[in-house]
């Protein structure tokens, strides 16, 4: 019998690979000279928010867990200023960023959630 890992059931996760593909199709927008600076970045950075949560999940204790989950949201923050950047250089519109931003804010709750479901605490994120 296949084990199922209970990170692809998570809002979180899926919401994460979600923002994983539009960032990727994004990319194709940036100019050449772009693709081992700023893209390459900004690949990296999206990559970690899954695989972030994933390894997570993956931890026994709630404090190792909460650990990864704020690193995936460290990453979904580096995320959200390389976007910032990207349109300030041109790269992307206005609208390409607010749907980058409604995924962000999406992640970030659920990542708050599932840190404040292991610690108990009240968070600020």
Known sequence: MEKKYNYKD???YKESKNLVILVYALLKKF???EQYALCDQLRRAVISIPSNI?????RTSAKDQAH???MAFGSLMEVNCQIDIAH?????TNEDVENVEK?????AALLSGLR???????LTH
């Open 103 to 107: 995924h962000v804010k999406a992640i």
């Open 54 to 58: 994933a390894e997570g999940s993956g």
């Open 116 to 122: 404040r479901k292991l610690l108990g605490e009240s």
């Open 31 to 33: 100019p050449r000279e």
């Open 68 to 70: 990864f989950f704020e």
């Open 10 to 12: 998570l809002d979180a």
């Open 88 to 92: 300030d250089l041109g790269y992307i």
